[in-house]
C-alpha cells in the first residue's frame, strides 16, 4: 500500500511541486512541530499551523456555517499577511493554513502566495473559483494545495451548502486542479445527511481514480446563528468514522488527515495542545474557528504575536479546555467557555454580535473524546508520525475527566439527553476554574 502511495506521489503529480512540498512542507514542517515542543517544555505557545480566514465572504450559504458571510467584505491584505507571515517564520514556522469565507474571492491570493516562495499554503475552498488558468497559477506557483470540500451527492451538496449545481461546479474546480497535477486534496464535513455517501469505500477508490493526494473528513459542529444541530453525527456515527479513517488508512494508498487523535487513538483538541490556532478576516486572534471571541488582534503594533498567542486569554483557554475534556470543550461544555470569555472580557468576534448568545444557548454534546472506544492506528507510518509530530504533547498530563466533560452528565449513548442544572454547573466551575488561577 505504501508502495502504491509512493508511485502515485511520484507519477501522479508534477516532481517539482512533488519536491517542493517534501523540502518546505515534509522537512520544514517537521523542524515547526519540534520548536512547538521545546517551547512548551518553556511554558510557552507559538502554534506551528496556522489558520488565517482571509475573507468572510463566500458565494454559498452552507447550513451551520458561523462565518459572517453575507456581511460588508472583510479582507487580511498582503501587507498585514506579510507582517503576519514573517514574525511566524521567525519561529519557525512554514505551513500556514488559508480558511474563509471562501479564499478564492480574496482578490490578492495568489499575489499572498507568490510572495511567500518558502511557505506552504493548504486553501480550504469549495473549489468553485478554480477555472482552469487558476490552476495553472496555483502548478507554476507550487507551494499552495487546495483541500476542496464535497459535501454529498448532488441534492444533499445543494441543500448543505444552500445554492443549486453545487456537486458540478465542484468537481470541476477539482479536475481543473488536476489535469494540471496541482497536489490535491478534498474534504468533506461528516453530517448525517451526507455519511453513507461519502464514508464510503466506493468514494476513496474514485478519489484516488481521479487523483486526489488526500482527504480530510471532519465532523459536523453545530456551531453559528443557526447551527441546524439535527446535522450532528451520533456517537456511534463518530465512532464509525475514526474505524473507517483507521483501516482506510492501512489499505488505500491515498493520505488520510485528522487533527483530533494521537497514533493511539486518543483524542485530543489542536487548540489545547496549541498546535493550531486560528486568525479571524478582521485580525482578531482566536483559540479555534469556531471559538468567536478574541481579546488581541494582528493588527495591533503594541505587542508581539507571540506575545499575543500567550495572552491571559488564549493560555486560560489551553488550561481549561485540556482540564475539562480530551475532546471538545465547546461541544462538551459551552457553559465553561462562556465563563471564560467573561473572566477576560473577550470580544465577541462576530459582526452579528450574538456568539455569546449562541454559546449561551447550546446544549451539552459529546465530542470525539469516548474514553474505552480508542481505536489505535493500524498503519505503523501514522502511528510513528503521530508519535513524534501530532500528539497531546503532554498537556493533558495528570488531568482527571472524569467529572468535568459531558459525559458525566449525559446518559451512555446519548447526545444532548440531560443538562446540568445550574448548582452543577457551579460545581464543576469550582472544579476546573482553579486550573487557571
Ligand atoms: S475547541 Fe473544539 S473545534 Fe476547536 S480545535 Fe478544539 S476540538 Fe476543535
Redesign the pocket.
Known amino acids: 500500500m505504501l508502495l502504491k502511495l509512493a508511485s502515485r506521489a511520484l507519477f501522479e503529480t508534477d516532481k517539482r511541486l512533488l519536491l517542493k512540498f517534501v523540502r518546505i512542507m515534509g522537512l520544514g514542517g517537521v523542524r515547526s512541530v519540534q520548536k512547538h515542543k521545546q517551547r512548551l517544555r518553556r511554558g510557552e505557545v507559538f502554534p506551528p499551523f496556522l489558520y488565517v480566514s482571509v475573507i468572510n465572504s463566500c458565494n454559498l450559504r452552507c447550513q451551520g456555517c458561523w462565518v459572517d458571510v453575507a456581511a460588508k467584505q472583510q479582507t487580511i491584505s498582503p501587507e498585514a499577511m506579510g507582517k503576519l507571515i514573517a514574525e511566524a517564520r521567525a519561529m519557525g514556522n512554514v505551513f500556514f493554513g488559508i480558511v474563509g469565507g471562501e479564499p478564492f474571492m480574496h482578490p490578492q491570493l495568489l499575489d499572498i502566495f507568490a510572495n511567500h516562495p518558502d511557505c506552504y499554503f493548504q486553501v480550504f475552498t469549495n473549489g468553485q473559483f478554480i477555472t482552469d488558468e487558476k490552476a495553472k497559477r496555483l502548478r507554476e506557483l507550487g507551494n499552495v494545495t487546495p483541500l476542496i470540500s464535497v459535501e454529498g451527492n448532488e441534492i444533499i451538496s445543494n441543500e448543505r451548502r444552500g445554492r443549486s449545481d453545487v456537486l458540478n461546479r465542484t468537481m470541476e474546480g477539482i479536475q481543473n486542479c488536476l489535469n494540471n497535477k496541482v497536489f490535491t486534496g478534498v474534504c468533506t464535513s461528516l453530517c448525517r445527511t451526507n455519511i453513507d455517501d461519502l464514508l464510503t469505500e466506493e468514494w476513496i477508490d474514485r478519489l484516488i481514480e481521479m487523483g486526489v493526494m488526500y482527504t480530510w473528513f471532519h465532523v459536523y459542529?453545530p456551531m453559528g446563528p443557526d447551527s441546524n444541530p439535527d446535522l450532528c453525527l451520533t456517537p456511534e456515527q463518530q465512532l464509525r468514522a475514526r474505524r473507517f479513517v483507521v483501516e482506510m488508512r492501512a489499505k488505500k494508498p491515498i493520505v488520510i488527515i485528522d487533527a483530533?487523535f494521537d497514533g493511539q487513538g486518543k483524542a485530543l483538541?489542536?487548540?489545547?495542545t496549541g498546535i493550531s490556532h486560528h486568525i479571524n478576516p478582521w485580525g482578531g486572534i482566536e483559540?479555534?474557528p469556531?471559538?468567536q471571541f478574541a481579546t488581541d488582534s494582528i493588527h495591533d503594533e503594541s505587542r508581539t504575536l507571540r506575545e499575543k498567542f500567550n495572552s491571559p486569554f488564549m493560555q486560560d483557554f489551553r488550561k481549561l479546555?485540556a482540564a475539562t475534556t480530551r475532546?471538545?470543550?465547546?461541544l462538551e461544555r459551552p457553559d465553561l467557555l462562556s465563563q471564560l470569555v467573561d473572566a477576560h472580557s473577550a470580544e465577541d468576534a462576530t459582526v452579528r454580535k450574538t456568539a455569546r448568545q449562541e454559546l449561551d444557548a447550546m446544549r451539552l454534546r459529546t465530542?470525539q473524546y469516548n474514553p474505552g472506544q480508542e481505536i489505535p492506528e493500524k498503519s505503523w507510518l501514522y502511528r510513528l508520525a503521530k508519535k513524534f509530530w501530532f500528539s497531546d504533547f503532554g498537556v493533558y498530563d495528570g488531568m482527571d475527566h472524569s467529572g468535568t466533560a459531558a459525559r458525566s452528565f449525559l446518559e451512555p449513548g446519548e447526545d444532548s439527553a440531560s443538562q446540568p442544572g445550574a448548582e452543577d454547573t457551579e460545581h464543576r466551575l469550582e472544579h476546573v476554574l482553579p486550573v487557571i488561577q
Not at 475532546?327 to 465547546?330: E, Y
Open positions: 459542529r483530533y483538541c489542536p487548540a489545547a483559540p479555534c469556531i471559538v479546555s475532546g471538545c470543550i465547546v465530542s
